[in-house]
């Protein structure tokens, strides 16, 4: 064990400036014990208890959250900051690369230690929650699941360690929900494919040195025509445009790509040409589990607020927990985040099994996001006047969480993909 943390203190330069960080140890060690959790949890079924990894990563980000997040995140959110060297810093933790495999520098955890890992981050702060979900599980978990060897090996270590950060894009700003009509093209021309077009609405659009982009190789209205490349910043003909200004998740950074006769090399295609739309379904199911953590976080981290506020608070000399149109507000609250973490507990167990998740990571995702958006809301009313003041934490908690029932797919998206799944 020893042994084993040294030479994470010595291969990982970053790491050596956190080396008087002990919640690094416990994510070391947790690293060393994984296998154990996953083969227990695939046993067993879906485990109610917390495992000790969620233990200890939940208080490795709290306590790095602390020192890193709470501190800024109110200047990051007044001027639109996304704030680049804190990923590094979360690379340098595990936290870039919580599913990639340690032979490729991430941190090799299942869907449950990410929930947990996501969830506790967005309980902090929704906008970092958002770019580290996105990262690790568009562009970086698209490429592990689809990449060539050759592709993995050269871009994983980059985007699990936090040395890069990675974009995905599918929305145009004609195509979101239909994301299948789009009209980026990419057209052959001898080992090269040319493309042409704009995506909008990317994470990390900007900041991004890497992108994994899905383009037309056929024709309109054909899922079996689109093909997904890996195209790094700097290539002649790829750049990004307009930087969105957004009414919350305001650290995360949002913007368009560009393509203009950019050509990359067929080399950069992930699978087979014309793989590119169903891959991305597939990332996406794994994607909607993040997004329930992300609204789990949020949630939990309004409902904290309120529930310390109310105990602390005081009109007719009484705290206004003590009133039962309040203490009713909290059972709710506490009852549907219940209820939210379950369906993404079980749909990240699911996951871990190998077993199909588009259903239930569609319900996690749907019935977490408007779990988020209602608790915020009810957390704003408990706050009062206070509530809608950018001194206290509520506001943002209410701002961040509409971005839950929008991203990766919209509520009523959500709704379709169940009851297809449902109706079949
Ligand atoms: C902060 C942020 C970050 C994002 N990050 C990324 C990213 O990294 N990569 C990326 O590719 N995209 C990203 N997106 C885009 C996001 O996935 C889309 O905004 C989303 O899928 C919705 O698409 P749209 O905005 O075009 O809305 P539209 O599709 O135009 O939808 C408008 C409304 O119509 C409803 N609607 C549409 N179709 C149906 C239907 N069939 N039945 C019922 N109702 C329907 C929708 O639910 C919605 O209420 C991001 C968006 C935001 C805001």
């Known amino acids: 064990m020893i042994g084993y943390l040294f030479k994470g203190f010595q291969s990982q330069t970053n790491i050596r400036l956190y080396s008087d960080y002990i919640p690094l140890l416990l994510w070391n060690i947790l690293k060393e014990t994984k296998m154990a959790v996953l083969a227990e949890s695939i046993e067993t079924g879906i485990n109610f208890e917390e495992s000790e990894n969620q233990k200890m990563i939940a208080q490795m980000v709290q306590d790095f959250g602390k020192k890193e997040i709470t501190p800024k995140m109110m200047e990051w959110d007044e001027s639109q900051e996304f704030p680049v060297p804190l990923f590094k810093k979360m690379g340098a933790l595990g936290l870039m690369g919580v599913l ?165 090399h067929k080399s950069q295609v992930m699978g087979n040409e014309g793989d590119g739309f169903v891959q991305s379904l597939k990332v996406l199911d794994g994607g909607r589990i993040s997004i329930a953590a992300l609204g789990l976080g949020i949630a939990m981290g309004a409902y904290e607020a309120a529930l310390k506020y109310s105990k602390e608070r005081h009109q007719f000399n009484k705290p206004i927990s003590s009133f039962q149109g309040i203490a009713f507000k909290l059972a709710d609250m506490a009852t549907k985040i219940e209820a939210a973490r379950l369906l993404t507990f079980r749909a990240a167990d699911l996951k871990n099994q190998g077993r199909s998740v588009n259903k239930e990571s569609a319900m996690a995702k749907l019935y977490t996001s408007e779990v988020a958006v209602e608790v915020a809301n009810e957390a704003v009313q408990i706050f009062g006047g206070y509530g809608y003041i950018k001194d206290f934490p509520v506001e943002k908690y209410y701002r961040d969480a509409k971005l839950c029932t929008i991203g990766e797919g919209t509520s009523e998206i959500q709704k379709l993909v169940i009851s297809r799944a449902i109706l079949k």
């Open 100 to 264: 990639v495999p340690e032979e490729y520098g991430g941190a090799g955890f299942s869907y449950s230690e990410y929930v947990t890992a996501i969830s506790e981050i967005s309980k902090i702060d929704g906008s970092i929650g958002l770019s580290v979900a996105a990262h690790n599980s568009l562009c970086t978990g698209h490429i592990l699941q689809f990449g060539n060897e050759e592709q993995k090996s050269k871009y994983l270590p980059k985007l699990a360690t936090g040395e890069w950060i990675g974009a995905w894009g599918l929305t145009e700003p004609n195509t979101g929900s239909d994301a299948g009509n789009m009209r980026t093209v990419a057209i052959k021309d001898g080992d090269y494919y040319i493309l042409n077009g704009a995506k909008n609405f990317i994470t990390h659009g900007k900041s991004g040195n890497v992108a994994v982009v899905i383009a037309r190789t056929g024709e309109i209205g054909d899922s079996h025509a689109m093909t997904s490349f890996i195209i790094e910043k700097g290539t002649p003909g790829f750049t990004s445009g307009k930087k969105e200004n957004k009414l919350g998740m305001r650290a995360s950074e949002t913007a368009e790509l560009i393509f203009t006769d950019c050509r990359v």
